[in-house]
């Protein structure tokens, strides 16, 4: 009986060597086979998951689509009605984020005056969703059809330019709000830069071409010093990211023009409010907190300036709006090919009269007839600025605007439209 040292090893060298090498040899595939086995495993779960994720993202980006609630032939008839024109010489407009707040009011001024509109919103959930719902179904009592899509969406857009030869854009969708960037800095990208793209592309290949008209920013002057700011100051330092990505907008519309011979016009607001406005701006916070015994930030600036802005009411950025549509050039080219120069134009929207944000809540405490609780903090670094205001010379001389709503009067239908919205019961919370 072999001893146990020669069974671990035994006395013929070669037969070890042999039978080394077969057991090497053995454990080699074993180990091989259990490896490539492995591997084989790791491939076919990376293979799944793989086809999983693109399977979810397909299923992610199409559902937009899939489940969109466009298409078909009593949307088409709904949009082409909508788009009717009840007018002489009037334009068939697509209105973009025409469930927002300035939207909404260029859309209801056009429909009145007899122009065709049709509006298009992705009613995100930025603010109150049923704000925009409430907007909607307001739009829709006066004939207006309301498209639910993003201007992101290409197939949409030239839907709808199929349906309908637009002859104007008026083009509001937007990711707006200054301190929101430093929290969300993808939507701004998403709306202000890759839909105004998307929204320039279909534009440039409809035939006919239609005028655009869109929505840039008093931000644009972000730190500018001189005042009051014109079209001509530089542009070229910014304070936020929303402030950038609407600079970038009028760089992108320059190129389109210059290319392909699209007419477009931006627009300067400085600070709108007004009734149906946006839940997330001062004078709208303001009013709720007050109304429900909830203190409010009044930001301060260095030095313990108080910051300014140049407010504009809504009914004024309509005229504003309104002028510009009627004041657009045709665009020279169609079907993608420029056929001439076409024209191009900035102007500032705004009041001509800055107020400063504790004169802004005094006078909110007198249409409200409550006291706020003020918390006055320096203002943090978040984008900013310290003051507004306007020179709107340009659009005086271009199509005769002229601010006629000061910010005691705005305010005061601003606070009568809330109470009759949201109602007297003062502490409702709202959004
Ligand atoms: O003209 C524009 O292009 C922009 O106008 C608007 O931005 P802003 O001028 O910043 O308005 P808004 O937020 O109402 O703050 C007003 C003042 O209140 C101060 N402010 C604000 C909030 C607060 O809690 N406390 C405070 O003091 C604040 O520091 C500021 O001094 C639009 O939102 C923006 O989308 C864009 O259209």
Not at 32 to 52: E, G, H, V
Not at 141 to 148: A, L, P, S
Request: hydrophobic share 35%; aromatic share 12%; charged share 20%.
């Amino acid at each position: 009986m072999p001893s146990l040292e020669e069974e671990l090893f035994p006395s013929t060298p070669g037969k070890v060597k042999i039978e080394r090498a077969q057991t090497m040899n053995r454990q080699f595939h074993r180990c091989f086979a259990s490896t490539s086995t492995m591997f084989l495993w790791a491939l076919f779960l990376i293979a799944l998951t793989a086809s999983y994720l693109s399977f979810q993202s397909f299923v992610d980006s199409g559902s937009k689509y899939f489940t969109a609630s466009w298409g078909g032939i009593q949307w088409e008839k709904q949009v082409r009605t909508s788009a009717q024109i009840h007018r002489s010489s009037g334009m068939s407009v697509l209105v973009t984020g025409a469930a927002g707040f300035v939207g909404s009011h260029v859309s209801l001024a056009l429909k009145k005056r007899g122009d065709g509109v049709v509006g298009l919103d992705n009613f995100n959930n930025y603010y109150d969703p049923s704000l925009k719902k409430a907007r909607k179904s307001l739009l829709n009592d006066h004939g207006i059809f309301i498209v639910e899509g993003d201007v992101n969406d290409a197939r949409l857009l030239s839907k709808l330019f199929d349906v309908v030869a637009f002859t104007h854009v008026m083009h509001l969708a937007a990711q707006a709000g200054v301190r929101y960037a430093m929290e969300n800095p993808g939507s701004y990208v998403h709306s202000n830069i890759a839909g105004l793209v998307t929204l320039l592309e279909t534009c440039k290949s409809a035939n006919p071409q239609p005028s655009i008209v869109w929505a840039s920013s008093s931000s644009v002057y972000g730190l500018n010093e001189k005042v009051p700011f014109s079209e001509l100051d530089r542009t070229d330092q910014p304070a936020s990211l929303y402030a950038a990505t609407k600079k970038a907008g009028e760089e992108i519309t320059h190129t389109y023009n210059h290319i392909y011979g699209l007419s477009i016009t931006g627009l300067r607001f400085f600070t709108v409010y007004g009734p149906w406005g946006r839940p997330d701006m001062a004078y709208f916070s303001f009013t709720r907190n007050i109304l429900q015994g909830k203190p409010i930030t009044i930001y301060r600036g260095k030095n313990r300036v108080d910051l300014a802005r140049d407010f504009t009411y809504i009914d004024d950025i309509v005229k504003g709006c309104l002028g510009s549509l009627d004041t657009a050039g045709k665009s020279t080219g169609s079907g993608g090919k420029k056929r001439g120069p076409a024209q191009f134009r900035v102007f500032n929207l705004g009041n001509t009269s800055p107020v400063t944000v504790p004169t802004l809540v005094s006078i909110l405490e007198r249409h409200l007839k409550m006291k706020a609780k003020k918390n006055v903090i320096d203002m943090p670094g978040n984008g900013d600025v310290p003051f507004t205001h306007a020179n709107i010379s340009l659009a005086r001389t271009e199509f005769g605007y002229k601010p006629t709503t000061d910010l005691q009067t705005g305010l005061k239908k601003f606070v009568r439209w809330y109470l009759s919205y949201y109602g007297y019961n003062r502490g409702k919370a709202v959004n």
